[in-house]
């Protein structure tokens, strides 16, 4: 066993989600309290007095001043390959897929290409607090094992699939029912539970799909554990047109997934910003899941998703930044875009309920919440160092809150990578922010 260390600074984490507990029964708050962390998981946590009494005598305590630990944030929809198109202007949906995505992507047939990208992606979301995300590659496989390879190499839970699309996109991109079973196959048997690293069989959208290779997807899922889904649903009034009229026989594009098995407790959907409430209805019976996309569905003009409606059929939420459609890796800008959405649709997005969906929500949602999402004993330890002080303005801004959830709505207002003063993976410092950036 490794000698434990303790970090002694306010402490913040969710312990369910406020529609469901309450506000109050919602979160642990201690102002000055103590987590201790010894092979890479949380050993113990609590008020700082009490923690220190019983801790093991000789024990390296840290005192971070003005600082606040979380729980490792949780993005449940993003595409590393997408990394070097952020900000791609003027496009909705289609016409983005088209003239950006996919010849972005076909740079992802090269190794090496992919390699790099995968680097500055985990290092990117690292410098942003994320600690786990669940991740779309491109449709070559060998980019997806480039991304595992450097997942690995920094010891990040991740969750990531190679794009299956055997149709509506260039040729350059195309795989086949065939040669996308077994190419996810090979990954499945690579890489699924090994070390930290997850799969998700990933079709891209039902667009880009074949009735054939849905077939497979849904093979695929019946043929292992714990394996996850991750695709888009809709998203943009012209692509649920589009699947429509390319899949007549089926109630609507829900039922298209539905129909070939892909809906469950492990099948991730982002966006879902048009749903029917028949198909509401369905994600709820089937413990679907939903990633809610706010940064992206404003940039690409998508529309404004219904958290309470999710709520109310009792479907799982996660938050993704979607990167490249999202415009930024933050999870604290991807809550503060979260808030505006609310706010045009006359709802309130609590902080609190903000920071749960950031993280716990995010756990739950990965049905990673017996490993994940906060700081209880025996948890996987992914925490984050936050500098509430992190500029001037949040500084000013902070001192002059009162209550906790005052400072937690400044910090999702105002906060983003550069409040993000250490990132901890497994136990492990993985980034510690340079100020003098
Ligand atoms: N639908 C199908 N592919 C994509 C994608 O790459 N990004 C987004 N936002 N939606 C999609
Ligand atoms: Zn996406």
């Given at each position: 066993?490794?000698?434990?260390?303790?970090?002694?600074?306010?402490?913040?984490?969710?312990?369910?989600?406020p529609?469901?507990?309450?506000?109050?029964?919602?979160?642990?708050?201690?102002?000055?309290?103590?987590?201790?962390?010894?092979?890479?998981?949380?050993?113990?946590?609590?008020?700082?007095?009490?923690?220190?009494?019983?801790?093991?005598?000789?024990?390296?305590?840290?005192?971070?001043?003005?600082?606040?630990?979380t729980?490792?944030?949780?993005?449940?929809?993003?595409?590393?390959?997408?990394?070097?198109?952020?900000?791609?202007?003027?496009?909705?949906?289609?016409?983005?897929?088209?003239?950006?995505?996919?010849?972005?992507?076909?740079?992802?047939?090269?190794?090496?290409?992919?390699?790099?990208?995968?680097?500055?992606?985990?290092?990117?979301?690292?410098?942003?607090?994320?600690?786990?995300?669940?991740?779309?590659?491109?449709?070559?496989?060998?980019?997806?094992?480039?991304?595992?390879?450097?997942?690995?190499?920094?010891?990040?839970?991740?969750i990531?699939?190679?794009?299956?699309?055997?149709?509506?996109?260039?040729?350059?991109?195309?795989?086949?029912?065939?040669?996308?079973?077994?190419?996810?196959?090979?990954?499945?048997?690579?890489?699924?539970?090994?070390?930290?690293?997850?799969?998700?069989?990933?079709?891209?959208?039902?667009?880009?799909?074949t009735?054939?290779?849905?077939?497979v997807?849904?093979?695929?899922?019946?043929?292992?554990?714990?394996?996850?889904?991750?695709?888009?649903?809709?998203?943009?009034?012209?692509?649920?047109?589009?699947?429509?009229?390319?899949?007549?026989?089926?109630?609507?594009?829900?039922?298209?997934?539905?129909?070939?098995?892909?809906?469950?407790?492990?099948?991730?959907?982002?966006?879902?910003?048009?749903?029917?409430?028949?198909?509401?209805?369905?994600?709820?019976?089937?413990?679907?899941?939903?990633?809610?996309?706010?940064?992206?569905?404003?940039?690409?003009?998508?529309?404004?998703?219904?958290?309470?409606?999710?709520?109310?059929?009792?479907?799982?939420?996660?938050?993704?930044?979607?990167v490249?459609?999202?415009?930024s890796?933050?999870?604290?800008?991807?809550?503060n875009?979260?808030?505006?959405?609310?706010?045009?649709?006359?709802?309130?997005?609590?902080?609190?309920?903000?920071?749960?969906l950031?993280?716990?929500?995010?756990?739950?949602?990965?049905?990673?919440?017996?490993?994940?999402?906060?700081?209880?004993?025996?948890?996987?330890?992914?925490?984050?160092v936050?500098?509430?002080?992190?500029?001037?303005?949040?500084?000013?801004?902070?001192?002059?809150?009162?209550?906790?959830f005052?400072?937690?709505?400044?910090?999702?207002?105002?906060?983003?990578?550069?409040?993000?003063?250490?990132?901890?993976?497994?136990?492990?410092?993985?980034?510690?922010?340079?100020?003098?950036?």
């Open positions: 066993m490794t000698q434990p260390v303790a970090y002694r600074a306010a402490i913040l984490y969710s312990l369910g989600d529609a469901r507990v309450g506000l109050d029964d919602s979160f642990v708050w201690h102002e000055d309290g103590v987590l201790v962390v010894a092979d890479g998981h949380v050993q113990d946590v609590g008020p700082a007095p009490e923690v220190l009494d019983r801790l093991p005598a000789g024990t390296q305590v840290i005192t971070l001043e003005n600082r606040l630990i729980p490792g944030f949780i993005d449940t929809h993003i595409h590393f390959p997408q990394t070097e198109m952020i900000a791609s202007y003027g496009d909705q949906l289609l016409d983005w897929l088209n003239n950006y995505t996919f010849p972005e992507e076909r740079k992802f047939a090269e190794p090496a290409h992919a390699a790099r990208v995968a680097g500055l992606f985990l290092d990117e979301l690292l410098r942003n607090g994320t600690t786990t995300a669940m991740v779309f590659g491109t449709v070559h496989p060998q980019a997806v094992d480039a991304f595992f390879t450097e997942s690995s190499r920094r010891n990040t839970r991740m990531a699939g190679k794009v299956m699309m055997d149709r509506h996109a260039p040729d350059y991109l195309l795989d086949t029912p065939e040669s996308s079973y077994a190419d996810s196959k090979a990954l499945i048997e690579r890489w699924h539970k090994n070390g930290r690293q997850l799969y998700a069989v990933t079709p891209r959208f039902a667009p880009t799909s009735a054939e290779q849905l077939t997807a849904g093979r695929l899922m019946s043929e292992y554990d714990d394996l996850y889904m991750q695709t888009h649903l809709s998203e943009n009034k012209q692509e649920i047109e589009w699947v429509k009229s390319l899949f007549p026989e089926q109630k609507g594009y829900l039922d298209v997934y539905d129909h070939f098995g892909l809906l469950g407790e492990r099948s991730v959907f982002a966006h879902a910003v048009h749903l029917e409430q028949e198909e509401s209805e369905r994600m709820g019976e089937t413990d679907s899941v939903i990633s809610f996309c706010p940064t992206s569905n404003l940039f690409l003009g998508s529309g404004l998703f219904d958290l309470t409606s999710a709520e109310q059929h009792r479907i799982r939420v996660g938050l993704g930044t979607d490249g459609a999202g415009t890796f933050s999870m604290l800008q991807t809550i875009e979260a808030y505006k959405i609310q706010q045009l649709q006359q709802q309130k997005l609590h902080p609190l309920k903000a920071f749960y950031a993280t716990l929500g995010g756990a739950e949602s990965l049905r990673l919440d017996d490993r994940l999402g906060n700081l209880q004993p025996g948890k996987e330890a992914d925490f984050l936050i500098d509430l002080h992190a500029t001037p303005l949040m500084k000013a801004r902070i001192q002059n809150a009162q209550t906790l005052e400072k937690l709505f400044v910090l999702m207002m105002l906060g983003d990578d550069r409040a993000i003063a250490e990132t901890h993976v497994y136990g492990e410092c993985r980034h510690r922010r340079d100020v003098a950036n």
